[in-house]
């Protein structure tokens, strides 16, 4: 059984999951990818998967996307929170949910190689399982998340994301939350919105746009080449997005993640989809977002121990670069 356990000092929650350590194939032993007619996630292998939560099919009955419980799971739909004390810590059971989207039923390629429309599909069947998950009324948070390439710690060659609910907010996401709640009881304006208009007006930092949304190099941003897309309407929630709007975003994300290929050659990357946590009146605060990491740095003792990132490439200079590739 996972745990989680709270660390007093900065009151970050951390998961203790043995089982992940039982995985057959970890990120650094990965020596190659395996074949298709060994993926568990191809068509035909079906049985080497839980059985779908969730199914989109084509016309001929076949799937093109399913959403599968993890074999692995770093927390557990069945446990009950048991919340706890242990002298001068806070623990409780590993609650939550795991599931793994399998993306296509073709086992090569990235986003940025679908067409829109299965793109899309993924973007829906986070949506459409974040609210489902939502119904559970001990989740305080779902996150969705795509991990590309082994230094991401991706486990698997097949186009695949995840997403994750747990029973607490993480730290990220409630410093995020906390910055937006000052931002607006002290100009009774969202900090995003606000700096979504600055940076329509300035342009140094905008990558791509389109009607619905903008692709931004955040102003400070972490990592180098780091981008960040936002709806240009006020928005926290992304359970509620909608066509026309989601094939607009899909369309811009796999724009996105061309602009980074062929200017980068492919690196690995994380996206991580920022939503308003369950259950907190946040409607006018919080602005929802999707962040995309490219992994060109790895963090050392300075910025382990510091909390600080050191950043070689401004977002002004990689937002140019950017624009400037050709699709």
Request: neutral net charge.
């Amino acid at each position: 059984m996972p745990e989680l356990r709270k660390d007093p000092a900065t009151e970050r929650w951390v998961i203790i999951s043995h089982e992940r350590g039982k995985r057959p194939i970890l990120p650094s032993e990965e020596q190659a990818p395996a074949p298709p007619r060994a993926c568990p996630f191809c068509p035909g292998h079906e049985s080497k998967t839980p059985p779908a939560i969730l199914s989109y099919c084509g016309a001929d009955g076949a799937w093109q996307l399913r959403v599968v419980p993890s074999k692995h799971p770093v927390l557990q739909v069945e446990a009950a929170a048991d919340r706890r004390g242990q002298g001068p810590y806070d623990l409780m059971n590993g609650l939550g949910a795991h599931e793994v989207v399998i993306e296509s039923p073709q086992h090569h390629g990235d986003l940025d190689a679908m067409g829109p429309e299965q793109v899309e599909r993924v973007l829906l069947a986070w949506r459409d399982r974040s609210l489902d998950l939502r119904r559970d009324l001990r989740m305080r948070y779902i996150l969705a998340f795509r991990n590309h390439g082994t230094a991401s710690g991706a486990g698997a060659e097949h186009p695949h994301s995840q997403i994750i609910a747990t029973p607490v907010v993480p730290k990220r996401v409630a410093e995020k939350l906390a910055g937006a709640r000052a931002w607006y009881a002290l100009k009774e304006r969202c900090l995003f919105c606000d700096i979504l208009r600055y940076e329509a007006e300035v342009r140094e930092r905008v990558v791509a746009e389109s009607e619905h949304f903008v692709v931004l190099a955040p102003f400070a941003a972490g990592f180098p080449f780091e981008l960040a897309i936002y709806p240009k309407q006020h928005a926290h929630d992304f359970g509620a997005l909608e066509r026309p709007a989601s094939l607009d975003l899909a369309r811009l994300l796999r724009e996105s993640l061309r602009r980074l290929k062929r200017a980068l050659g492919g690196p690995a990357y994380s996206i991580i989809l920022h939503t308003a946590p369950l259950a907190e009146p946040c409607q006018q605060e919080f602005h929802w977002h999707l962040e995309i990491i490219p992994l060109l740095t790895q963090m050392a003792g300075f910025e382990q121990g510091s909390g600080f990132y050191i950043n070689p490439t401004a977002p002004e200079e990689a937002a140019q670069y950017l624009r400037q590739v050709e699709l």
